[in-house]
């Protein structure tokens, strides 16, 4: 489940990310962020732990090992995601400042992030009246505060893996395996459904009708050349 929660947020923290820098972006939008962050970074450790102390366990078994193994991927993957979103972050910030709003790229979003925000932080809701006010060294001490998170995020991803050696390219996801999309039942599934779309001839009625045009054209030329020699 931690893992579970983990990803939500990091999804969320994705989606408010995108609105950095918009017509959408805002004090508010700012906050937001700080929060959704600050809860994945809880999430994160207490992941983290739980993972990592399962995994360095050599008594437990071997098909609760590859469920840990899987979960470990998910989470490291999505501990990726977060460090680039958060840096990303870092840097529009830097670009588009809250205190020039002439700067901002006028995307055509409506409305803001603040369902995405309750989502992640399991509030009722955060759609509060903005505030028009941008307090005092507010953009400086938040960068100050990502620097060191990101930073922070850095020296998790290193020690988790000191910690533990999992190697993603091993480990084999569980669900439904895909069929192979050049396999001869999808080839004939598309043939079919070619088939079937109005204002489409089968193929085999298209093959038919270009042998008789090339039978007319061949007759036609014998004729022709009868013409010439017997006239």
């Known amino acids: 489940m ?9 999804a969320c923290y994705r989606v408010l990310a995108t609105c950095v820098g918009g017509c959408t972006d805002s004090l508010q939008l700012r906050d937001e962020l700080r929060q959704t962050r600050e809860k994945a970074q809880r ?37 990726e995601l977060l460090h680039v979103d958060m840096c990303k972050v870092f840097n529009m910030g830097d670009i588009f400042s809250l205190s020039k709003k002439e700067t901002r790229v006028q995307n055509g979003l409506q409305g803001g992030g603040s369902e995405v925000a309750a989502r992640a932080l399991s509030v009722p809701d955060l759609n ?24 922070q995020l850095d020296h998790m991803i290193d ?8 190697l993603r390219w091993m480990v084999e996801p569980h669900g439904p395996q895909y069929p192979d999309p050049l396999s001869s039942t999808d080839s004939a599934s598309l043939l079919s459904v070619d088939e079937e779309q109005p204002g489409h001839q089968p193929l085999h009625q298209r093959r038919k009708l270009f042998v008789l045009l090339l039978l007319v054209v061949l007759v036609v030329a014998t004729l022709s050349i009868c013409i010439v020699f017997f006239s």
Request: aromatic share 8%; proline share 4%.
């Open 2 to 10: 931690f893992v579970f929660f983990f990803k939500q947020v990091v």
């Open 128 to 151: 509060k009246p903005q505030s028009t006010s941008i307090p005092a060294e507010f953009e400086s001490q938040e960068r100050s505060t990502m620097e060191k998170d990101i930073s």
């Open 159 to 166: 020690d988790m893996e000191m910690k533990v050696n999992v």
């Open 43 to 79: 999430l994160a450790m207490a992941t983290r732990s739980h993972l990592t102390s399962h995994l360095r366990d050599k008594s437990l078994p071997e098909e609760q090992r590859k469920e840990m193994e899987i979960l470990w991927v998910g989470f490291s993957s999505s501990l």
